[in-house]
């Protein structure tokens, strides 16, 4: 063979090669793409479905970490902190959100309310428009400062209007006294604010509210276990959970 047909047969096969190796260059590729397309396809689903147990978890977190700051608050004081603080002519100043800051690694913000000041007050203004993670829960989409986390406030329960809770008042069990509830969005409020929630409010909110969570919403006992309340629980055992020494023994 001479050096002309040898060059000639190198040619042929280099470009015969660089055709096979494009080829199986964008077949690989377009393979890669495919693959990508169904994983996501496949697990798009998943991750939808994943989101709303993931920010009902993260709010059960909330409500423990409300929880424990309240017992810790007590440990102090001796006392559950009243609903709200009043001053001297019984003008509602600040929320038992506020009071517990210190004990949600809040102690700096605490330290620059001026508590003889009303919440909303300009002197609060920097507190007022400060978002607390714990009082937010991941389903809701509310302003900043906003929460739907609220003590439940009535004649019989362990939060009082004005007045600290002793914890031996409550006769009817830690584990069966609704604390601390979560309420709808049509219901939330600044978290500074001296907002909470009565037995009507509560009451309406079942089965009819519209819920942050599918099927109900989260709330906290006074032993400060979470649970989550069916949307379809009865208004006989709702008002005998939010009771602190009605005698009931109902369980939720």
């Given at each position: 063979?001479?050096?002309?047909?040898?060059?000639?047969?190198?040619?042929?096969?280099?470009?015969?090669?660089?055709?096979?190796?494009?080829?199986?260059?964008?077949?690989?590729?377009?393979?890669?793409?495919?693959?990508?397309?169904?994983?996501?396809?496949?697990?798009?689903?998943?991750?939808?479905?994943?989101?709303?147990?993931?920010?009902?978890?993260?709010?059960?977190?909330?409500?423990?970490?409300?929880?424990?700051?309240?017992?810790n608050y007590e440990s102090h004081y001796h006392a559950l902190?009243?609903?709200?603080?009043?001053?001297?002519?019984?003008?509602?100043?600040?929320?038992?959100?506020?009071?517990?800051?210190?004990?949600?690694?809040?102690?700096t913000l605490y330290r620059k309310i001026d508590l003889t000041k009303a919440w909303d007050d300009p002197a609060n203004a920097v507190a007022f428009n400060t978002s607390i993670h714990a009082y937010q829960c991941p389903s809701t989409i509310l302003p900043t400062n906003h929460t739907t986390y609220m003590a439940v406030?009535?004649?019989?329960?362990?939060?009082?209007?004005?007045e600290p809770r002793l914890l031996s008042d409550i006769k009817d069990g830690l584990s069966k006294t609704l604390m601390v509830i979560e309420v709808d969005v049509e219901h939330a409020v600044p978290w500074m604010a001296p907002s909470d929630a009565d037995e009507a409010l509560l009451q309406s909110l079942f089965p009819q509210g519209k819920h942050?969570?599918?099927?109900?919403?989260?709330?906290?006992?006074?032993?400060?276990s979470v649970r989550f309340i069916n949307q379809n629980i009865s208004p006989e055992v709702l008002r005998a959970i939010i009771s602190i020494a009605g005698g009931e023994t109902q369980e939720f």
């Open positions: 063979m001479t050096a002309n047909s040898q060059s000639r047969v190198a040619a042929n096969y280099l470009k015969q090669r660089s055709g096979f190796t494009l080829v199986k260059t964008l077949s690989a590729f377009l393979f890669a793409i495919v693959t990508l397309g169904l994983l996501a396809l496949f697990l798009t689903p998943v991750t939808r479905s994943a989101r709303p147990a993931a920010h009902r978890s993260q709010c059960k977190n909330n409500l423990k970490q409300i929880s424990i700051a309240l017992f902190p009243p609903a709200y603080t009043v001053d001297a002519n019984g003008k509602p100043l600040h929320s038992w959100r506020t009071l517990i800051l210190p004990y949600l690694d809040s102690n406030v009535t004649s019989n329960s362990c939060f009082q209007a004005t942050s969570h599918t099927g109900g919403m989260h709330g906290a006992c006074v032993d400060g």
